[in-house]
């Protein structure tokens, strides 16, 4: 059990510190006045704030082809909604066999780019933040020690773009 000191902000999830470690909380209420907050979270929900993408850097990675950009919402969502341009789509729960079974040139073939490799740079988004903190931490567990995520996620990233 943490106590966690100064909420950051508050939207549909609540961003709270903890000694520099960002963690998101769907169903918790914080108000400006809150100090502090006790919950019982599993760790692994906790994100390394340099592990955390925020717009501006999604503007700047977008145009850089080196950086792979994944989308881990259904499909249906992506064709409801859009996409981040230049990002690809693998589920989260394809993440995994993607990064981890699928060969080079089956990689290449559904996604029309190269696989991966572990030292390149994997930012991983979803619709709100909560997917894509689950792709983070596979593809880290998997070795790519570069991967991050976008916590804004698509609901970030939409909103802007008006």
Known sequence: MFVLQ???SYTTFTRLAVKGILYKH??????????SVTLKIPYSKMVDPKRV???E??????????????DV????EINS????PSSINIP???VQDALERMSEEEFKKQFERPKPSASDELIFYCQS??????ALDKALKLGYDKSKTYLGSWNDWSSRQK
Request: proline share 4%; net charge positive; aromatic share 2%.
């Open 6 to 8: 100064r909420a950051l």
């Open 26 to 35: 769907a169903g918790c209420l914080i108000s400006p006045e809150t100090s």
């Open 53 to 55: 993408m925020s717009y």
């Open 57 to 70: 850097d999604m503007l700047k990675v977008i145009h850089q082809p080196e950086k792979v950009i994944i």
């Open 73 to 76: 919402r259904n499909q249906e």
């Open 81 to 84: 909604t859009g996409k981040i």
């Open 92 to 94: 989260l729960g394809n």
């Open 129 to 134: 933040g909560r997917r894509s903190t689950e």
